[in-house]
């Protein structure tokens, strides 16, 4: 079975940068969607970015499209999300999930994911 596993959250000042990376063990994510999600107190998850490993493609929310890189390491079986330029509005746990086929969801969506990790707290405060 897959196995997901976040790390790299913290406390960073607005206007900083955090990479989170999400590990993965059991499978190769060659052939896996990756998707990245965040869920503050209080409201409802959202999808940050995703990556479509059979051809690279990328995807991102408004909110956070030009500050956040989603990126692949196939050799580290790893998926990144480097943040840049983050505001306080970005605080959230941030999860990443993985899918084969999401079964005609969207990949921002966070419907069809069949593996989650744990999430990696993200604060942005001065």
Same mark, same amino acid.
């Given at each position: 079975?897959?196995?997901? +596993?976040e /790390?790299?959250?913290?406390?960073?000042q607005?206007?900083? $940068?955090? #990479?989170l990376?999400?590990?993965? &063990?059991?499978?190769?994510?060659d052939?896996?969607?990756i998707?990245w999600?965040?869920?503050?107190?209080?409201?409802?998850?959202?999808?940050?970015?995703? +990556?479509? /490993?059979?051809?690279g493609?990328?995807?991102?929310a408004? $909110?956070? #499209?030009?500050r956040?890189?989603? &990126?692949?390491?196939n050799?580290?079986?790893?998926?990144?999300l480097?943040?840049?330029?983050?505001?306080p509005?970005?605080?959230?746990?941030y999860?990443?999930?993985?899918?084969i086929n999401?079964g005609?969801?969207?990949?921002?969506?966070?419907?069809?994911?069949d593996y989650?990790?744990?999430?990696?707290?993200?604060?942005?405060?001065?």
């Open positions: 079975q897959l196995q997901l +596993v /790390s790299g959250g913290g406390l960073v607005p206007g900083g $940068s955090l #990479r990376s999400c590990v993965a &063990s059991g499978y190769t994510l052939y896996y969607i998707g999600f965040r869920q503050a107190p209080g409201k409802e998850r959202e999808g940050v970015s995703s +990556v479509r /490993s059979r051809d493609n990328m995807e991102y408004d $909110s956070v #499209r030009g956040f890189t989603i &990126s692949r390491d050799a580290k079986n790893t998926v990144y480097q943040m840049n330029n983050l505001k509005e970005d605080t959230a746990v999860y990443c999930a993985a899918a999401l005609g969801w969207g990949r921002l969506e966070g419907q069809g994911y989650w990790g744990q999430g990696t707290q993200v604060t942005v405060s001065s």
